[in-house]
């Protein structure tokens, strides 16, 4: 067993999808777990149980007013929290506070010296604003996360590394004017893909000009274009000197994704991890929490979040040779 890595997983995980016919459905958990006790990576890794987050720690980067919504569209179980990707049902508030609470214990594991590396397959919410849920995401547990880096750790650079096909726009705007949030994100182009943000101009506004990196990606991208991009991301990381980094692993960038129109194979995951993995040893005291984020096609998110935990589990000896 690796106590270096932790994987949470458990029933509160779950809990948050939008039913059988919505593409964020009850069956990306499971598909992933499969796969994982298949590779039997359950016997490298410290497992580790979900939890519920304090509404208080939620407001550490949401609004009070649309929290409260989401409560009172958790009740009432039914209409859109947003224009239409994003569905109220019964108890949304408590599956949507499990993300967040269960990211904000791997970041306090990480940060209390517990495990350095770890993974959690139902996160990445990205696309959640500080006002409004979006994109299948209600609360972005990557936004509060970084809040609580920042507030109860004192961590100034953070670096927020987002591969999944779609572009990280709650995190990116959320964080747009802050020069010490450090981001890079690889994404299908905005010209062709929801949310139609992320262009290559977009580098952080005010004091933080310089600060972000957005790769917008050709549809039918594969993992030949992807590592030549991924040189650029890696060398724009590590001037940043992130303290801690967090990984977006969107596995809806691989190819046949029933929603997006990328080509990469798991290998492209694998490498982004063991390459960061590397930097987080250089950087930030080997601190890296992998979120699982999209993914749509239920073998491909199985296979490329996988290859992300085996990076992480093997990095000791990678970083060793």
Known sequence: M??????????????????????????????FMDEFYHQELDQKVVMEKPIIAAQEQIEWFHLPDYVERVKHSSIAGRGFLDYGDTPAFPGVYEAAAAVVGTVLKAVDGMMTGSCRRAFIPIAGLHHARREAAAGFCVFNDCGV???????????????????DAHHGDGVFYGF?????????????????????TGSKDETGTGPAVGSKLNIPMPPGATDKK??????????????????FILFQCGADSLAGDPLTHLGY????????AKRLCAIAEQYSSGRILGLGGGGYDLDNLAKAWCAVVQAFVTADVFLSD
């Open 2 to 31: 690796n106590k270096n890595v932790c994987v949470y997983m458990g029933e509160l995980l779950q809990r948050y999808n939008f039913g059988e016919r919505h593409p964020f459905g009850p069956r990306r958990q499971a598909a």
């Open 145 to 163: 996360a970084i809040e609580a880096l920042r507030r109860q750790y004192g961590v100034q650079r953070i670096g927020y590394v987002d591969i």
């Open 176 to 196: 747009e004017e802050d020069p010490n949030v450090i981001i890079v994100d690889l994404h299908e182009d905005g010209r062709y893909l929801y949310p139609g």
């Open 226 to 243: 992807f590592l030549e991009s991924w040189e650029q991301a890696e060398a724009f990381l590590k001037r940043g000197q992130p303290e």
């Open 265 to 272: 194979s798991p290998t492209a995951h694998a490498h982004a």
